[in-house]
């Protein structure tokens, strides 16, 4: 039965939020000798999603002393914060579009929170209905408190028996302490059973850096040339803890069989690297770049644990030949051309290589007697983890005409991407689960990028400058398996919201990764999706798995960005433009909740539809049909911005006022609410603000 309201619930958890940014420096010299910069900063700015809040205090000094007639010299950066988080409880956003309409905010009593809630015949929370958003939001405080440091200090030291000799000493610090606390109440509806949330963790990071070369530069007059060495090693160590306490109800009673999440990496893991550059440059004309170095983790077995990353590039200066030198027209032409492979360890779980025990979650126990405990599990591994590198090739051409008031780049490229970390499904029996980390698959793009400068008026009161780029990029899949299996069907990857496990994108060797498999809807007459109709595509008379297909990607084939700035006298004003074309979304809130079960659920509540029911008239869910692939192409303006330059107004005092809006508008044909999620699937994101910017400079 409907109820008698007609509530915005999104315009309940939302709202116009403000901040504020604060910026103070000053610099000088201390005694006339010791060179300084000191500067502090306070932010306080809350989320569009009520009760969002993040303030930040900053502090920083650099100073920069030089000895022995400037022939050392030291940098020293010292930057502490302090961030305070208010985190909103974004299952709010989803609520917010689910929760039944004609139902009040409140219910005029005190029970959970005073907010109207779906409850059973008891009075108790229907355990799989959807929540009061408002209450959500009001009901739960989860807040955290961060210090961090970071710190360096670099020496760089001409050396007095060789000219153009250097080294170079940087030894550097972050550390960061975090502590915080969720709690939900015990009268709030999402933790009513289980009388309230007071969980509090904690968390610190203790990363150390060093780097160490030498460089030698030298122009050599005999072959008209000019070298450039270098050669160092680099150190970098990483230790995490945290701890969060074991799951504890609204009073800060231990709920039963309830075990700490005690996480700890002692020293974490340590980077060690090696390397070495060689440039070589002939008569301001050809030049010749070497690079080679060597990286080894801790994240790998012995066996692994290094990879070797060489580069190399060629560049011909052709504006510096004769034919060209006096050009007035032509002034850049350069030909250039690089090799390199790059290697990647990120992202990888700590020493995924080793045999590990863990606890087993609370589903997962064990019963002595009366009593229940967790057991402890052997977790996944490969102990033959490994880089991935990723190999470039690519050719340009930079050119500029008329004093570079034409100027741009056209550049071609190939990447490759081999051993290609990532989590696979795995034969059952083969290791300790179903799915590894592993090394599996190569990837190829192959692509080019346009970019085109130029300045359209130049004077003495007026400038613009304009500026666009465009990018075409296709990659594939080339290997996804060790062994070859006919019947290997891809990696099944893209996760959605509805039934249990369900996946809407496939990797498949020989086509973009994450592309959409899904089925071929068929239309009626009047093009409407008929429920539960899809195309027999192999003809074999049954509609099944294999019939899914693969139909568009998220990820775009072309890129464009435009950029200008217009300067006249004092006032100048400019805007930032991008695009992209050809990217699909998977429209998981209208797959998800277009549709008449979604309304009127089976147990007995009633909830909010999205208005793609009206399109469709399904009855029940369809997440596998190619109806919900939406062309997500679209033109946003990130930037639009003003400035006026007052100048001095006071004796030592100058003044500059900015305005700018961010986000400003998109074109777009995508009728969710924003063409550009990562992963190509839309369900309930946070929204993205448009925001204004009023900005005061006072240099005195």
Request: charged share 20%.
């Amino acid at each position: 039965m409907l109820g008698k309201e007609s509530t915005d619930w999104q315009d309940e958890i939302y709202r116009n939020a403000f901040a504020q940014d604060l910026n103070l420096s000053a610099s000088g010299a201390i005694g006339g000798k010791l060179p300084f910069r000191l500067s502090g900063g306070y932010l306080n700015q809350d989320g569009i999603l009520k009760t969002g809040n993040f303030q930040r205090m900053t502090g920083a000094l650099n100073l920069s002393p030089s000895f022995f007639n400037n022939k050392l010299k030291v940098d020293v950066n010292l930057k502490g914060t302090r961030t305070t988080n208010f985190f909103a409880n974004e299952g709010a956003i989803g609520n917010a579009v689910t929760f039944d309409p004609t139902r009040p905010v409140f219910s005029g009593n005190k029970r959970y929170g005073g907010y109207w809630e779906w409850t059973d015949p008891d009075g108790l929370p229907t355990q799989l209905s959807n929540r009061n958003p408002l209450g959500l939001l009001n009901n739960r405080e989860n807040t955290s408190e961060v210090f961090r440091s970071i710190g360096n200090i670099q020496f760089d030291y001409q050396l007095p028996f060789l000219k153009g000799l250097r080294a170079n000493l940087n030894l550097g610090y972050d550390v960061s302490r975090g502590s915080g606390i969720n709690i939900v109440s015990d009268s709030a509806a999402d933790t009513y059973r289980r009388q309230g949330v007071r969980n509090p963790y904690y968390e610190s990071r203790n990363n150390k850096l060093m780097d160490f070369y030498f460089n030698y530069a030298a122009n050599i007059k005999a072959l008209n040339s000019r070298i450039d060495v270098t050669a160092g090693t680099g150190y970098q160590d990483f230790e995490f803890y945290s701890f969060n306490n074991p799951d504890k109800r609204f009073n800060g009673d231990t709920v039963p069989g309830s075990n700490p999440n005690f996480i700890s990496q002692a020293p974490g893991y340590t980077l060690i690297s090696y390397y070495g550059r060689f440039v070589y440059t002939l008569a301001n004309k050809y030049t010749v770049t070497l690079n080679a170095r060597t990286d080894g983790t801790s994240k790998f077995s012995k066996n692994n644990r290094w990879g070797f990353f060489p580069s190399a590039a060629v560049a011909w200066q052709i504006n510096e030949e004769n034919f060209l030198k006096n050009s007035r027209v032509v002034s850049n032409l350069k030909l250039r051309a690089g090799y390199g492979v790059t290697g990647q360890q990120d992202g990888i779980p700590f020493y995924g290589f080793i045999p590990v025990y863990g606890l087993s979650n609370n589903q997962a126990q064990y019963q002595f007697g009366n009593s229940f405990v967790n057991m402890l599990r052997p977790g996944a591994y490969d102990a033959n983890l490994r880089w991935e590198t990723t190999t470039n090739i690519n050719a340009a051409i930079d050119f500029g005409f008329m004093d570079n008031r034409i100027n741009g780049t056209v550049e071609g490229f190939m990447r490759t991407t081999q051993d290609l970390l990532s989590t696979v499904p795995i034969p059952a029996g083969s290791n300790f689960t179903n799915q590894l980390f592993t090394n599996v698959g190569n990837i190829e793009s192959k692509g080019f990028e346009i970019t085109l400068n130029a300045v359209p008026v130049k004077t003495k009161n007026v400038e613009w400058e304009i500026g666009a780029n465009f990018t075409y990029v296709v990659p594939k899949i080339t290997k996804l398996l060790v062994n070859e299996d006919p019947n290997f069907t891809g990696v099944a990857v893209g996760g959605i919201s509805g039934g249990t496990g369900n996946t809407i994108q496939r990797h498949i060797v020989g086509e973009r990764p994450a592309s959409f498999y899904v089925y071929k809807q068929i239309y009626d007459a009047n093009n409407k999706p008929i429920e539960g109709l899809y195309e027999d595509l192999n003809r074999d008379g049954i509609i099944n798995e294999k019939d899914l297909y693969l139909f568009q990607n998220p990820e775009a084939r072309y890129f464009v960005g435009i950029t200008s700035n217009v300067t006249v006298k004092r006032f100048s004003a400019g805007f930032v433009m991008r695009g992209s074309i050809g990217n699909y979304m998977y429209d998981n809130l209208n797959s998800n909740m277009g549709v008449l079960r979604q309304i009127v659920n089976p147990l007995g509540f009633l909830a909010n539809g999205s208005r793609d029911y009206l399109n469709t008239n399904f009855v029940n869910n369809q997440y596998f049909s190619d109806y919900y692939v939406k062309n997500a192409s679209f033109l946003r303006m990130d930037n639009i911005n003003f400035g006026y330059d007052a100048g001095e107004i006071a004796k030592n005092v100058r003044l500059r006022i900015t305005a700018n809006v961010q986000n400003a508008f998109i074109i777009t044909k995508y009728g969710g609410l924003d063409p550009e999620i990562s992963g190509g699937i839309d369900n309930t994101i946070y929204p993205r603000p448009r925001t204004y910017v009023l900005g005061v400079n006072l240099d005195f």
